[in-house]
Nanobody, 123 residues
Framework: QLQLVESGGGLVQPGGSLRLSCVASGFTLDYYAIGWFRQAPGKEREKISCISTSTGSTNYADSVKGRFTISKDNAKKTVYLQMNSLKFEDTAVYSC????????????????WGQGTQVTVSS
């Protein structure tokens, strides 16, 4: 079965850190555009960071730039999202998405979505 599985969410205090993982099951990540998205209650889904698994190129939304870092380990079929200096407004369900594409950073025609992992920032 081809799927993405996220993990690493949880409850954290403001200023804290979490690392999310997105693991590909049933396929390799060698030539994919992987994106991390988040959706808070009552809000539109937001694209926050992407990476090309073929080139390593990345980009970030302004809302997370300087605080979040996306990275990959092709051998482990995993993309990570390191989240530092978390804020209340980072509370959301975080999902990863994939599109098979060479030298493309963000997926445009998503082929796989993960089920999502909840991140809650609260004191």
């Amino acid at each position: 079965q081809l799927q993405l599985v996220e993990s690493g969410g949880g409850l954290v205090q403001p200023g804290g850190s979490l690392r999310l993982s997105c693991v590909a099951s049933g396929f390799t990540l060698d030539y994919y555009a992987i994106g991390w998205f988040r959706q808070a209650p009552g809000k539109e889904r937001e694209k926050i960071s992407c990476i090309s698994t073929s080139t390593g190129s990345t980009n970030y939304a302004d809302s997370v730039k300087g605080r979040f870092t996306i990275s990959k380990d092709n051998a482990k079929k995993t993309v990570y999202l390191q989240m530092n200096s978390l804020k209340f407004e980072d509370t959301a369900v975080y999902s990863c998405a994939a599109q098979r594409a060479i030298a493309v950073v963000c997926p445009r025609d998503v082929e796989y979505w993960g089920q999502g992992t909840q991140v809650t920032v609260s004191s």
